[in-house]
């Protein structure tokens, strides 16, 4: 507890300038595995202040103050048992807190520190209750004088007596020369006592004799306090009729002063008067040349700088901060009117400007878009942009001045270039539609021949087929009309990205609707200083009126942004929803393409990235609608019946479908939406393979599947992709079940009377039979094993297999060349088949030299020649 303490004093309370003076080890009644420690502290300050704190221990292995109360607040100390020994007890502050210690003298020890301190409260003592009363005692009720037993968290001090003083360095010497004279006497005290009192009677009869022969300069010197005493009396009398004289002066100046100090406030207020005169006169009057320059030209930067300035100084006279009482006059109240009278006026001029700027520029726009690019560019407007730009702050005038007036321009503005983009957009869209036709049909007629007449060019189709299900899966001319797809979407995106951003940032510059209310605030919070543990009184309250205004300022610049381009998200959904009718692999690369410029925007909150993301939850669904049907085209999928079944469609077009969309989904971000449909088509094939086993006719159940799962492992251990490797695993075991079941149904037993012979012996040795005494059983003699023997010769087998392979080469297909894997998986079937009647003869049979009249080699050879024959 020591070197706890010692930390506790070190790390918390020393450096607060405090002093540790009792501690204990506690836990909460309620939350015994959560420990704590008690403390008791006193600062260094006259006078002292004590305090009980709670420190708990951090993560970070150091001691940290988590409560606090004063010592005076402390109500009631409950020892809960004063007869029992027991860890609890409880402190009543404004609420009551439950304590256990780590031990009962801990507990005694922090209580009995409590109550010493608690004795030096001037008032307000808390009350001890249910606490052993040898706790509550001094152990040294009797001290001595000039000691005090220290206690714990107090110093030692001594006590000395009220009378007490010492001596100076000067009665200290002299004493230690009285006694060097005596010395020789100092052991005969009544010879010293009377030697000292002669002496003192010599002193005393010296100072009388002193005295008396002083009587007369003490005469003299009283004579000369009697006359100064006489001249005071003098001086006071001429005072006392200074006095009178005065005061009728003193009336007279106090008059004075009065006038004076009516004077001065007089002046003051004429000085004030005159500067709110001087402050109104100098912000209600305009300028002549700024009331000229209303009038000015609008159309050269010359006269745009002049009436902007004039703009901006008639806000400011208009604007200007009158105190309440002067705007009562005749005379601002006629300033006033014809301020407003100006301003009323060039709002009207500015605005009917402004209106036709913006029909003249939006109609010389549409004009030039008979001179479009045959690529997949956009017009620039920066031209439009630099000749309205000039106009910048004459449009926030008119905002802050009349709204109604910039309400009025906005929507002229937007009706004038919506207008532009539309026509703009939609060239640009058809542009884009014509390049992707004109190029697949292109490609197509060039694999007609050059005897193919031009005109059979319209007539061909360029829809492919891309359903799983479906005979034919694409071609290698599909491949290149998606990439061709790919590469113009990638450029019409590329396209509207430049356009719409410097439309947007236009906007934000010409119509004053870039926000920098988070930039105020952020001034605002450095310029107020902030108490450490407080909050500002009013931050809460200016961060939601800044986020408030940001947010509108943001709709605002969407909407305008919205009408402008209102034509570009439906062109968008259009598109791409037009070429996912024509080819369902079109949404793959839309979802990838969108998705891209979605997550690399550098503005995430403009216009075009919030029309993009609406799109991609667009591309999304037709994505998710593109796997749906290649669910539904795997499970409707019609396979012949009228033939072996081989490999079925939808598992040969799968390789195809993959590859595809994994060059697609290459480093996408997408990744994940591909990986979920993965898992579903895996799973669904797996269905179908197993239910067409069941169905078909004429291939059998384990051909069909070991055919199958056996393609659909291969094409997954060589495309390796990461989220299949549990369905990969389970088509190999899937492939091998099916395997076995084929080899163990239609191999089945060639030597079946053997077998069906050593299935008796087996039934004799498990009816307690011994294996060697088998024989000696008429049904198993050796007689009758011989003759079931001379039943297989090796001719009969190598007939029997040479059978058995044409019926296999019939049951399997030749795209999957499992004809040797399966030949090869009976050989090992018929070896083992042959070892084990070997090891029952041995066993059952011994010493008979009966054995098959053919060997393992002649199984090999036999199973050799007919591959190699085939």
Request: proline content about 3%; aromatic content about 8%.
């Amino acid at each position: 507890m020591a070197a706890i303490r010692h930390t506790l004093h070190k790390e918390v309370f020393l450096p607060n300038d405090e002093r540790l003076v009792g501690v204990v080890n506690v836990a909460k009644a309620s939350k015994k595995k959560k420990t704590a420690y008690l403390c008791l502290a006193v600062n260094n300050e006259k006078p002292s202040l004590i305090t009980i704190c709670q420190v708990k221990k951090s993560d970070r292995e150091s001691y940290k103050k988590k409560s606090s109360w004063q010592l005076r607040e402390l109500k009631l100390v409950d020892g809960k048992d004063e007869n029992k020994t027991t860890a609890e007890f409880d402190l009543h502050f404004e609420k009551v807190y439950k304590w256990i210690a780590n031990s009962a003298s801990e507990k005694n020890s922090f209580i009995k520190c409590l109550w010493k301190f608690c004795n030096h409260l001037p008032r307000q003592k808390p009350t001890f209750i249910n606490i052993p009363k040898d706790l509550l005692q001094d152990q040294d009720n009797s001290p001595k004088m000039g000691v005090v037993t220290p206690q714990i968290g107090e110093e030692v001090s001594v006590l000395e007596p009220e009378d007490y003083q010492a001596l100076t360095a000067r009665e200290e010497s002299d004493l230690e020369t009285l006694m060097a004279q005596y010395d020789f006497v100092i052991g005969n005290a009544e010879e010293f006592t009377e030697q000292l009192a002669r002496e003192l009677s010599e002193l005393d009869a010296a100072n009388i004799r002193s005295i008396l022969a002083s009587e007369q300069k003490v005469q003299g010197l009283m004579n000369m306090l009697q006359t100064s005493l006489d001249e005071v009396s003098e001086l006071e009398n001429r005072l006392d009729i200074y006095d009178d004289i005065l005061k009728n002066v003193k009336d007279s100046v106090a008059q004075m002063e009065e006038k004076d100090a009516h004077m001065k406030i007089q002046h003051k207020n004429n000085i004030k008067l005159l500067d709110e005169l001087e402050n109104m006169v100098g912000h209600l009057d305009l300028p002549e040349k700024h009331r000229l320059a209303l009038d000015g030209d609008l159309k050269t930067a010359e006269g745009i700088a002049a009436c902007t300035a004039a703009a901006k100084a008639l806000r400011e006279a208009t604007n200007a901060h009158i105190h309440p009482g002067l705007m009562k006059m005749s005379a601002y109240t006629e300033q006033k009117a014809e301020l407003d009278k100006l301003q009323g006026k060039f709002i009207l001029r500015l605005s009917h400007h402004l209106n036709n700027l913006f029909l003249h520029l939006g109609n010389t726009c549409e004009e030039n878009l008979t001179h479009l690019a045959s690529d997949l560019i956009l017009p620039q407007h920066t031209v439009c942009h630099r000749q309205l730009l000039p106009y910048t702050d004459l449009m926030n005038w008119v905002r802050d001045t009349e709204p109604s007036s910039y309400t009025q321009l906005c929507r002229v503005y937007t009706s004038s270039l919506s207008k532009l983009y539309e026509k703009e957009i939609k060239y640009l869209f058809d542009l884009a539609k014509e390049k992707i036709n004109r190029n697949g049909v292109d490609r197509k007629y060039k694999t007609l021949g050059s005897g193919q007449d031009l005109s059979s060019k319209s007539s061909i189709k360029t829809k492919s087929v891309s359903l799983l299900g479906a005979e034919q899966f694409g071609s290698d001319l599909d491949v290149e009309e998606w990439e061709s797809f790919d590469r113009i979407l990638e450029s019409l995106l590329s396209a509207l990205e430049p356009i719409c951003l410097a439309e947007q940032q236009f906007c934000m510059q010409f119509f004053g609707l870039q926000s920098d209310v988070a930039a105020s605030y952020s001034n605002q919070q450095l310029a107020v200083p902030q108490t450490p543990g407080l909050r500002h009184a009013g931050s809460e309250e200016l961060l939601a009126s800044a986020q408030r205004k940001e947010k509108q300022i943001n709709e605002e610049l969407r909407r305008m942004m919205g009408e402008l381009f209102a034509v570009l998200e439906p062109e968008l959904i259009g598109f791409i929803s037009h070429f996912d009718k024509m080819d369902g692999f079109h949404s793959m690369y839309v979802l990838v393409r969108m998705s891209d410029h979605v997550m690399s925007a550098r503005d995430t909150g403009s216009y075009l990235s919030m029309t993009f993301a609406g799109v991609l939850v667009q591309a999304k669904r037709n994505f998710d609608r593109f796997m749906q049907s290649q669910i539904r085209s795997i499970e409707e999928a019609k396979v012949s019946r009228k033939s072996r079944c081989g490999i079925l469609p939808f598992v040969a077009n799968f390789e195809t479908f993959a590859r595809r969309a994994e060059s697609i989904f290459k480093n996408s971000e997408r990744r994940t939406d591909l990986d979920r449909w993965y898992a579903k088509l895996v799973r669904v094939i797996f269905d179908q393979i197993t239910a067409v086993s069941l169905e078909h006719p004429k291939t059998p159940q384990e051909v069909v599947q070991m055919e199958n799962f056996h393609h659909l492992f291969t094409v997954l251990f060589q495309l390796k992709i990461p989220c299949l490797e549990t369905e990969r695993r389970e088509a190999k075991q899937r492939y091998n079940d099916a395997l076995q079941g084929y080899v163990t149904q239609y191999f089945g037993r060639p030597l079946e009377k053997l077998n069906l012979f050593f299935e008796g012996v087996q039934c004799k040795v498990a009816q307690g039979v011994k294996e060697s005494e088998v024989g000696y059983h008429l049904a198993f003699s050796k007689q009758e094993l011989r003759k079931v023997i001379r039943e297989y010769p090796g001719r009969e087998v190598k007939r029997g297999l040479e059978s058995l392979y044409r019926k296999v080469e019939k049951h399997l297909c030749e795209e999957e060349s499992l004809l040797q894997v399966v030949w090869h998986s009976m050989q090992d079937e018929f070896i083992r088949q042959y070892k084990y009647i070997e090891s029952l003869i041995e066993r059952c049979y011994p010493g008979a030299k009966v054995t098959l009249e053919f060997s393992i080699n002649d199984i090999l050879d036999f199973f050799s020649e007919i591959a190699r024959s085939h």
